[in-house]
Every structure is written in C-alpha cells, then in structure tokens.
C-alpha cells in the first residue's frame, strides 16, 4: 500500500521547537518533490514549505521562512519539517505531501505544485499554546 505517514505532532510552548517527520512507504520518496502542509480550525489548507524534485531547493511561505527547515533522508525514505521559534499561530495539522510531476510550477517553488499532489499524509496535530 503506497502512503504517507506523518509523525511529531504535539503541544507545545510558545518560542519551543517540533520535529515533524514524513514517512512513506510503498515507494521512495527520492523521485518526488515533498511539500509540508498545514490547515488551521476554520482556514484553508496552506502550503508552508517544499522540496523540489528537480533541484532539490527548498522553499519556504513567508510566515515561516527562517523558522521551519523541510529536509530529507533518503536512505531511511523520510522527510522532515524541523520548527523552531513556534508562535500559537502556528497551531493547526500539519500534513506532507509527494508529487512525481517535473513541470515546473509558475508559483516560483520549483516543481511544488500549490496543491496538486499524488500522495497526502492523514496529519498530525501542532498545538502551540501556554
């Protein structure tokens, strides 16, 4: 069964740090690009960070640049979204995603499509809060 498995999620302080991590199995993540979402109680799903699959740059949606780095390991077929300096705004599930596609996007992210992937994880709960 091909999927996506996020892990990570959890409660935590305000200026604390998470590691989320996105497993896949079924297939390699090496020929995707692999973008980290999230949706907040009562907003859109957003696009917040991504690798892309033709350069391996990475990139970031202004709220979080700086904050959260996306990474990968391809030999244990992870990726992962560390985040540092966590705000309550960021609270909200986070997902990741995988997309096989090579055309390069005209949103400025390489080949991280805004929503248009093969593969979403379930989700894992960040809550920032005191």
């Known amino acids: 069964q091909l999927q996506l498995v996020e892990s990570g999620g959890s409660l935590v302080q305000p200026g604390g740090s998470l590691r989320l991590s996105c497993a896949a199995s079924?297939?390699?993540?090496?020929?995707?690009?692999i973008g980290w979402f999230r949706q907040a109680p009562g907003k859109e799903r957003e696009r917040i960070a991504c690798?892309?699959?033709?350069?391996?740059?990475?990139y970031y949606t202004d709220s979080v640049k700086g904050r959260f780095t996306i990474s990968r390991d391809n030999a244990k077929n992870l990726v992962y979204l560390q985040m540092t300096s966590l705000k309550p705004e960021d609270t909200a599930v986070y997902y990741c995603?995988?997309?096989?596609?090579?055309?390069?996007?005209?949103?400025?992210?390489?080949?991280?499509?805004?929503?248009?992937?093969?593969?979403w994880g379930q989700g894992t709960q960040v809550t920032v809060s005191s």
């Open positions: 079924g297939f390699s993540l090496d020929y995707y690009a």
């Open positions: 690798i892309s699959l033709d350069d391996g740059k990475t």
């Open positions: 995603a995988a997309s096989r596609s090579v055309i390069r996007t005209t949103t400025g992210w390489g080949t991280c499509s805004l929503n248009s992937y093969d593969y």
